[in-house]
């Protein structure tokens, strides 16, 4: 090993002389020479000393290109990147489980940031949504009342162009949730584009009427009403859906409760936009609302139908208490005393 180490030294030595030479180096000949005589004069001396050194013997060179942490064993662990769980790379599944965790905290203030970006990757996966999840992503975005001013981020206005674009049967409540967030978020110079939108909800709900309670269908109809949209199908399949709730109350064991006062004031006005002359439902709520905070509103309704309410019909009499002819009711017999005997 040390033989060959001088001979690369001395092989290098010579070739810086040679190139020297012949770039005419002449002034430093002397310098050279020394240099020369100084190399072979430490191959000579040198190899024979550190053959000493080590013993006689040659060993492995005492250095290594490693570090002083050579004897550290690192550990490499493969990290999983779960990109589809950061929100801005986030996949369906990622959108919709946000959605609904902001749903059920309501109270909890978000950055700005955060509805930005979920708005943008909502927007760029709505083809990706059914009715369902659409719904919800509007819920999300209306409980805590976002409003985005950049057009890029119109988040209501893509939902309403994508409802339209749908195919299939939507569930009921997904109609009654998309109608009520359009209507109050979208803009007014856009009324166009939500009457299309509520005509298409009604329909859908017309063919979904069992899976809706007798409130969700007044609170619809309500909806188109107030946009002026005239649907004369969907106002026959809820009044006969209230029609049977106010007669047959329901029984413990119902899901759906009775209605307040006020929603049926609100159904009698929804069913006079609508001019829908159902006499018997009409006479139902008159009767349901008597007394009430909304019987105003059920009475202007009938005199917008031109309806005049009926005057209550008497009671029946009791049997024992039954006049027969010739008998005025009210009259009692005299007791026979001794004079009326004599």
Known sequence: ?????????????????????????????????????????????????????????????????DGPFRYIKPKFVERKKHFNEVLIFGDRRKLLDTAQDVLNDRGREFPRAFWEILAKRCIQSLHLFNALELAIIARAFDAHSVVLKRPDLDIYGSIASSVLQLQGRHPGVANVVLADVLSRRLPVYKL?????????????????????????????????????????????????????????????????????????????????????????????????TRGTVAAPLVLESLAKLGIDVLPDEPPDLPLEQQAFLGEQRGQQSEPVTGMNAK
């Open 1 to 65: 090993v040390c033989q060959l180490y001088f001979f690369c030294v001395q092989s290098d030595t010579m070739r810086v002389a040679g190139v020297l030479q012949r770039h005419g180096a002449s002034s430093s000949g002397g310098l050279l020479g020394r240099g020369v005589a100084a190399a072979l004069e430490w191959k000579q001396c040198g190899a024979s000393e550190l053959c000493g050194a080590c013993g006689g013997q040659q060993q492995r060179r005492p250095f290594s290109t």
């Open 192 to 288: 166009s584009l939500l009457q299309d939108i509520l005509r298409k909800l009604g329909r859908q709900a017309a063919d979904s009427m069992w899976e809706l309670s007798a409130s969700h269908a007044v609170r619809l109809l309500q909806i188109l009403t107030e946009a002026a949209v005239q649907d004369p199908a969907l106002c026959s399949r809820i009044g006969g859906k209230l029609l049977a709730q106010l007669r047959n109350n329901p029984s413990p064991h119902e899901a759906a409760p009775l209605m307040h006062p006020e929603e049926l004031g609100n159904a009698a006005a929804a069913f006079a936009g609508q001019n829908q002359r159902n006499l018997e439902l009409l006479r139902e709520l008159e009767l349901h």
